[in-house]
């Protein structure tokens, strides 16, 4: 059956398929997204609480514990970590992969709810949740700043003016999702109470917040109306600002007026004092804007830089807006630059074929395929809702030269038959049904490669599922091409064959070959009298194979360069908000100064605590700072001065940050300790940081050290507190009322709600002597100090807590020294922990993507074994065959020495990238052992040749094509090798895998394969005989 016959006889039809496809293709393309990764949907879910002025340890027991207990019951939570400070807690939950995230967010608001009657009665409100994808980073930060106006205000201008303008404005920008305000915090009124004051005129403080709360307050009055009219009733029951409130009557006291400005401070503020943002050298706010998955980046951002002017237009002349941070212009960089090796490829591809044919005309042809298998592919991309990122487009690049090998195929042996005297009409006919059934031999297999990889699940499913697909599609496209399109075009472009009117290329061209040929078949000759030799030889590739894997260092993903760092300030435990803001300084003044730095962002304070901080470092273009991310890195760190308290943790961001976000790990890799009996863990807990200290992988380790925070414990003497009446609800609502920023009312305005704010004298909140001062009021009305019911003792305490699946945790991260792997590193970590011998009791276990990457690790070989044995079924059931199929497979040891090889001898890693690049030589080197046997079959079938002559022959004749596919596949992933610019990080592993890979097997598969060939045939007749014999006897035994 010859499938290209009606396509032959039909070229109207066929040219009008091709322009359809290609039409189809064009649109698509321009409605795909782009983004740096595919759009994977990792079930994370944050759950966020908070409690004004409890402890860490109050937030741990008193709200994470019963949020864990009730979020633990839902299916399919993967893990479950959380973190308390000072006020907040945090709750990451990730679930299975393969979990709805949608039913996931619904269960987790239903665990919420089910918990609200454990949680502290204090709370102003509920636990939230968010939906959070670690592959999905913020794409673009504004900053706003200004010399005139206090932080609260830029902070209202931010949530109030500027967010009702971005509602407006971004609402037509589609892309755009949620918009995070930070740096700061709304401003309020605060209420800075004088202990001293009150207790001379004998005022509790909750006499001033009852006055407080009485006297703003903003309920409904109703209306009155007469036959005629109506009239809302309003009143003025709301204070609105420190003047408002300063003259407010705390009471009357022997005829005298005691108003709240005689024993307090009233004074325009912000709600949170310990917050504070800045960018470069100014004090600012920032928006974090996010996109909405499956968004295009670079159009989402245009579109929001489009309406800056107008945003800027609502904004007092004292504020400036900028761009603090921009993910696009390294996007767009990447993308052009891959759209450039895709156009450098494709040219690369095309002088292989014009080299081997020596004919333009022929040239042509398979080059034609190229564009019509990839723009073809762009419209299956978008039925599937995939992007154009750093994965799809390097399964772009790779398909230019594997997309081209089949129109090679149908074209050498369309000109083979023409060189033979057959005019370009029948030549045609002939050669493609020669080698219809061996293209699709060859693309089936091919395509079963990269479809095993959507069955292995997990994170490498979710992360190259765009990349296999985008691939397979593609090699679909060009298989219909090359049955369709080929063909006819080499029935009407060829020439007859008049070796007389050859061009001097052509002939030079010919001679090359033939040279070639005949030194192949003297070679050849030479293996096949010593086959021993050459299985020999095969065995021992296998043997290096696992050598090679066993010894090459490893890694998750290639360390990407994605324009900007993340930078973490640590503090010791217990620093206060004042002394980490002169640190803070030193860092960001520090990391400004580098001359590949071009702009620092970040805050200091807020949830993360008064003694941590956070900063996005923006990079200049790498043409202009000629340093990779990770150099610049290296530089700041042997810069960076010695700043007692404090350390700042630097690395380059990754678009793929697992582990729990961007904003809760200081270093790239998580180590986590965990213990169901405290006492143990903090006993161990150290022995641990001091043993992966002495490790020489590791670098930047960020782990809690020191005595732990400084706290006071009010010991209460509950007998005489008895006695006077007094409990301790009543000491803790005093307690409350001073030290924790208490929000005791709330002013409510037209675009926003303000608090007013009340604690004591932050002077008088200085030294743990003032907590005896404070009064309590006992049972018949007497205000006595606390000092007469209590002492205070000095202790230590967690700064935070952290829980690992409801059991208490330690964090510990790390970076990767310079030179060392994240395999030995793994495993010199390993070896550490086991030389300390830790009790049972106590857990340790990576995290995050040092997690992720021990689990990819272990199932790498499964995965590859995985992809052979589908091809082997493949090849199987084409061939009718249990032993042709090994035949084929016998080639891929060879690829994978010289793959690894090549990792190893120019110092690079292996990594999940190398791991498609062996996936893809899986594909093609077994694409070149089909072309043999395949004609070596036909050849004993149809003219009678003994096996050795027939392989012989399929070698010669095949060798042509086999050189021109394999050039084409080495030349299309050569751009991906040599590239310097964006985003080439992500695609050098691809194309060293494939070149070393493919280099080293075309020099051996050409020789084993008809070797292995030999030896499996004499096998399967021996087979045959066997059961021939056995099938005669049982037929005898039955008559």
């Given at each position: 059956m010859n499938l290209s016959a009606p396509f032959i006889r039909r070229p109207v039809a066929t040219v009008l398929l091709s322009l359809?496809?290609?039409?189809?293709?064009?649109?698509?393309?321009?409605?795909?997204?782009?983004?740096?990764?595919?759009?994977?949907?990792?079930?994370?879910?944050?759950?966020?609480?908070?409690?004004?002025?409890?402890?860490?340890?109050?937030?741990?027991?008193?709200?994470?514990?019963?949020?864990?207990?009730?979020?633990?019951?839902?299916?399919?939570?993967?893990?479950?970590?959380?973190?308390?400070?000072?006020?907040?807690?945090?709750?990451?939950?990730?679930?299975?992969?393969?979990?709805?995230?949608?039913?996931?967010?619904?269960?987790?608001?239903?665990?919420?709810?089910?918990?609200?009657?454990?949680?502290?009665?204090?709370?102003?409100?509920?636990?939230?949740?968010?939906?959070?994808?670690?592959?999905?980073?913020?794409?673009m930060v504004l900053s706003m700043t200004s010399t005139v106006l206090e932080k609260g205000q830029l902070y209202d201008l931010a949530s109030t003016i500027l967010s009702q303008s971005l509602s407006q404005s971004l609402s037509q920008v589609s892309g755009v999702g949620e918009v995070q305000i930070g740096g700061s915090s709304l401003p309020a009124v605060r209420i800075e109470l004088e202990p001293q004051m009150l207790s001379q005129y004998g005022v509790s403080l909750d006499d001033v917040r009852t006055a407080i709360t009485n006297a703003n307050v903003r309920r409904p009055k109703g209306f009155v109306e007469d036959d005629q009219h109506n009239w809302q009733v309003q009143a003025n029951d709301q204070l609105e600002g420190a003047e408002d409130y300063a003259p407010l009557i705390i009471r009357y006291q022997d005829g005298a007026t005691l108003r709240l400005k005689d024993v307090a401070k009233v004074s325009d503020a912000v709600e949170d004092r310990y917050n504070s943002g800045f960018y470069n050298n100014d004090r600012a706010v920032l928006l974090v804007v996010n996109r909405q998955a499956g968004a295009n980046i670079i159009e989402t951002v245009a579109q929001i830089k489009a309406q800056l002017p107008a945003l800027r237009a609502v904004l007092p002349a004292s504020v400036s807006l900028n761009i603090a941070m921009d993910r696009s212009p390294v996007i767009k960089a990447t993308l052009h630059e891959a759209e450039m090796t895709l156009l450098i490829a494709v040219v690369l591809v095309v002088m292989v074929v014009f080299l081997f044919l020596g004919s333009f005309r022929a040239s042509l042809i398979p080059t034609l395929a190229v564009p019509v298998s990839l723009v073809g592919t762009f419209a299956i991309m978008h039925l599937f809702g995939f992007s154009l990122n750093n994965l799809s487009l390097m399964a772009l690049i790779l398909a230019t030269g594997l997309v081209v090998d089949d129109a090679i195929v149908v074209l050498e042996n369309i000109s083979r038959h023409i060189h033979n005297g057959l005019d370009p009409m029948k030549a045609a006919f002939l050669g493609a049904k020669e080698v219809g059934f061996t293209l699709l031999s060859m693309n089936v297999s091919l395509v079963a490669v990269f479809i095993s990889i959507l069955f292995m699940g997990g994170l490498v499913e979710s992360l190259f599922r765009e990349f296999s697909i985008t691939l397979s599609v593609s090699i679909v496209v060009s298989l219909i091409v090359s049955l369709t399109l080929t063909p006819m075009l080499c029935a009407?472009?060829?020439?007859?064959?008049?070796?007389?009117?050859?061009n001097a290329f052509q002939r030079w061209s010919e001679r090359v070959n033939d040279r070639m040929v005949a030194a192949y078949d003297r070679s050849l000759g030479w293996v096949l009298r010593h086959r021993r030799l050459t299985v020999l030889s095969l065995l021992v590739t296998v043997i290096v194979n696992v050598a090679l894997y066993v010894v090459v260092p490893k890694t998750f993903l290639p360390q990407q360069d994605t324009g900007q760092l993340m930078g973490f300030v640590r503090g010791d435990d217990g620093l206060s908000f004042s002394v980490m803001q002169p640190k803070m300084e030193i860092f960001r003044r520090t990391v400004l100064a580098d001359p590949a730095v071009e702009s620092v962002a970040g805050f200091i304070g807020g949830s993360g605590g008064t003694n941590n901080a956070f900063m996005i470092v923006r990079l200049k273009p790498i043409a202009e700072?000629?340093?990779?991310?990770?150099?610049?890195?290296?530089?700041?760190?042997?810069?960076?001065?010695?700043?007692?308290?404090?350390?700042?943790?630097?690395?380059?961001?990754?678009?793929?940050?697992?582990?729990?976000?961007?904003?809760?790990?200081?270093?790239?890799?998580?180590?986590?300790?965990?213990?169901?009996?405290?006492?143990?863990?903090?006993?161990?807990?150290?022995?641990?940081?001091?043993?992966l200290k002495s490790i020489p992988e590791l670098t930047a380790i960020d782990a809690r050290e020191g005595r732990g925070a400084q706290q006071v414990t009010l010991v209460v003497d509950r007998d005489t507190a008895k006695r006077l009446g007094i409990d301790m609800n009543m000491v803790t609502a005093v307690?409350?009322?001073?030290?924790?920023?208490?929000?005791?009312?709330?002013?409510?305005?037209?675009?926003?709600?303000?608090?007013?704010?009340?604690?004591?004298?932050?002077?008088?909140?200085?030294?743990?002597?003032?907590?005896?001062?404070?009064?309590?009021?006992?049972?018949?009305?007497?205000?006595?100090?606390?000092?007469?019911?209590?002492?205070?003792?000095?202790?230590?305490?967690?700064?935070?807590?952290?829980?690992?699946?409801?059991?208490a945790a330690e964090n510990i991260s790390f970076d990767l020294a310079e030179g060392a792997s994240l395999d030995k590193a793994t495993v010199a970590i390993e070896r550490a922990i086991a030389a300390i011998g830790l009790p049972s009791d106590i857990i340790s276990k990576m995290a995050g993507t040092a997690n992720a990457f021990a689990s990819t690790q272990k199932g790498q070989p499964w995965m590859i074994l995985g992809s052979l044995l589908a091809v082997y079924l493949v090849l199987g059931i084409l061939y009718e065959s249990y032993i042709h199929p090994l035949t084929i497979l016998s080639t891929l040891p060879s690829a994978g020495v010289g793959a690894l090889l090549t990792i190893y001898v120019l110092g690079s890693e292996f990594s999940l990238i190398s791991l498609l690049g062996l996936f893809l030589l899986i594909g093609v080197v077994k694409k070149n052992a089909i072309m043999m046997i395949d004609l070596a079959l036909h050849l004993e079938r149809e003219q009678g040749m003994t096996p050795e002559e027939s392989i012989r022959s399929a070698c010669l004749q095949r060798l042509r094509p086999i050189l021109m596919t394999t050039m084409a596949a080495i030349l299309g992933a050569l751009p991906l090798l040599l590239s310097t610019a964006e985003g080439a990080e992500m695609r050098k592993p691809l194309g060293l895998t494939i070149i070393g890979g493919l280099i080293f097997s075309q020099v051996l598969t050409l020789y084993t394969t008809p070797v292995v060939y030999l030896y499996l045939d004499r096998l399967r007749h021996r087979f045959n005989n066997w059961r021939g014999v056995r099938t005669d006897a049982a037929l005898e035994t039955s008559l």
């Open positions: 359809a496809i290609m039409l189809l293709g064009a649109v698509s393309f321009r409605l795909l997204p782009v983004a740096p990764l595919p759009n994977m949907d990792f079930p994370v879910i944050v759950v966020s609480a908070s409690l004004a002025g409890a402890s860490p340890e109050v937030m741990a027991s008193t709200v994470a514990t019963p949020l864990e207990r009730s979020l633990g019951s839902i299916a399919g939570v993967n893990t479950m970590t959380s973190n308390s400070s000072q006020g907040t807690t945090r709750i990451i939950l990730q679930f299975d992969l393969n979990r709805d995230i949608n039913g996931a967010a619904r269960e987790v608001q239903a665990a919420i709810n089910a918990s609200r009657n454990l949680l502290p009665s204090g709370m102003r409100s509920m636990p939230t949740y968010k939906k959070v994808n670690p592959s999905q980073a913020p794409i009407r472009w060829l020439k007859p064959h008049d070796a007389e009117k050859d700072r000629k340093l990779s991310a990770e150099k610049v890195v290296e530089r700041l760190r042997k810069n960076m001065p010695h700043v007692p308290g404090g350390r700042l943790f630097l690395a380059p961001d990754q678009d793929l940050q697992l582990g729990g976000g961007r904003e809760q790990t200081s270093s790239q890799y998580q180590y986590i300790v965990q213990s169901a009996d405290l006492a143990s863990l903090r006993l161990w807990y150290p022995k641990i940081v001091a043993a307690l409350n009322n001073a030290y924790s920023q208490r929000q005791v009312s709330t002013i409510y305005d037209s675009l926003n709600q303000y608090k007013v704010v009340m604690e004591v004298n932050p002077k008088y909140a200085q030294d743990p002597v003032t907590l005896e001062q404070v009064q309590v009021i006992t049972a018949d009305g007497q205000r006595v100090p606390l000092s007469s019911i209590a002492h205070y003792e000095r202790s230590l305490a967690n700064d935070r807590v952290s829980h690992d699946g409801q059991f």
